[in-house]
């Protein structure tokens, strides 16, 4: 089976960066998904790592250590359309079937 | 270039009644799953397709809700004698097939049924 836990909510201000953590504990992994999710959205794909280390994209990483079952995603110089739900989605060795945490809603303050 | 079309958008279903969910996927996607996603919560898994075959259905309620995906036409998803705990969005979503490497899944919009 997969647990994945992430935290609920998290507030930043404009500009800054911010650091949404991910753990996970899986049967298998063939893979740690981040999407973003605007209210009343459908989610959106941000990055994929199945290697370890950071994968840069823009104003967005992410990183990820399967030793560890950790991954994060990293937003820089934050934007007010940044606010929205994070998921993290693991994929396990089987097939192609992603299973998803609970989201972290990001807040972003002016 | 289409992405994965949901219908209907939001639908409104009475006790008991029956509620029917479609979803045609990206060209070129041989995949689909289904999601539901209640109100500030995550996405949860409910079953995953192929052309004509059910290939993990673990996340299915065993009762009332069914899933298919013809050879011809849109996914489909299910739920008869809805009650109120049903109501939530589900969502869909394709993918090519990937051979074990990295593809994302691609999300439609989503349906939001409401149960009165």
């Known amino acids: 089976g997969q647990n994945i836990d992430q935290p609920t909510e998290m507030t930043a201000t404009e500009g800054a960066i911010v650091q949404i953590n991910c753990t996970y504990q899986t049967s298998g992994f063939n893979g740690l998904f981040w999407y973003q999710q605007h209210a009343g959205e459908a989610p959106t794909f941000l990055s994929y790592?199945?290697?370890?280390g950071l994968e840069e994209k823009g104003r967005f990483s992410s990183f990820l250590s399967r030793s560890k079952g950790y991954s994060y995603l990293l937003l820089k110089e934050l934007q007010m359309k940044d606010s929205a739900s994070y998921l993290c989605a693991v994929r396990d060795r089987a097939g192609n079937m992603l299973t998803f945490g609970g989201g972290t809603r990001l807040m972003v303050k002016p | 270039n289409a992405g994965v079309m949901q219908n209907p958008r939001h639908l409104v279903r009475r006790r008991g009644q029956e509620a029917r969910l479609r979803c045609s996927p990206m060209k070129g996607h041989s995949h689909v799953y289904w999601y539901r996603q209640l109100p500030e919560e995550g996405l949860k898994f409910m079953v995953y397709?192929?052309?004509?075959?059910?290939?993990?259905e673990s996340g299915m309620p065993k009762e009332r809700f069914s899933a298919e995906f013809p050879k011809e036409g849109p996914s489909i998803l299910r739920i008869q004698q809805v009650v109120r705990g049903d109501s939530a969005a589900y969502f869909c979503?394709?993918?090519?097939?990937?051979?074990?490497?990295?593809?994302?899944?691609?999300f439609g919009e989503g349906s939001r049924l409401t149960v009165l």
């Open positions: 979503a394709s993918s090519p097939p990937t051979s074990g490497r990295g593809g994302e899944l691609f």
């Open positions: 397709l192929q052309k004509e075959n059910i290939i993990d």
């Open positions: 790592n199945v290697l370890d």
